[in-house]
């Protein structure tokens, strides 16, 4: 993390923690099979049953940041409950280890984050949306598919809808959204 940090000379970085899981597999850490692995521990729900690895990313990035910008977000938020479980892991870490200039935001990667949009901009600063997965998990079409992939359509009306809210919500309350995907 230091060396991105050198590298980008003043300029924020911005790191999403861990985010495994689903088609992101890990060969030292095993996740149990699961019959549908897009839904289940992934992201943000996996490193809230293994916080030690949470508190262990944030703990070197705070530490690296040495009070460079730094933004941080949680993957695969779905619910309020989640945000702030993260939240507060983080908020122990920064007991420890303050960090001056830092933003903490989630990804917009799923539909019920970007209906909740409304309430967790007043607590995030900034939100990211991810658009390969929130079209994945809106329209229900698995962006790896062989044969439906095609149809995954990141300007289908219900996509652009559940960005604008996202961003009218985000823009409400001050904060910026970046897009990745």
Known sequence: YRVVLDALAGRPLVVRTLDVGGDKPLPYLPIAEEENPFLGLRGIRLTLRQPELLR??????????????????????????????????????????????????????????????????????????GTNDLTQYTLAIDRGHPILSAEADGLHPSILQLIDHTVKAAHKHGKWVGICG
Do not use: T, Y
Not at 65 to 94: C, H, Q, S, T, Y
Not at 109 to 114: K, T
């Open 56 to 129: 262990q990313q944030l703990i070197a990035l705070l530490k690296a940041a040495d009070n460079r910008p730094l933004r941080i977000m949680f993957p695969m938020i779905g619910r309020v409950e989640e945000w702030r479980a993260a939240k507060a892991i983080l908020d122990e870490v920064k007991a420890v280890h303050p960090c001056a200039n830092l933003q903490v935001g989630i990804m917009i990667e799923v539909p019920s984050a970007a209906l909740l949009a409304p309430i967790l901009a007043q607590e995030v600063d900034f939100f990211s949306i």
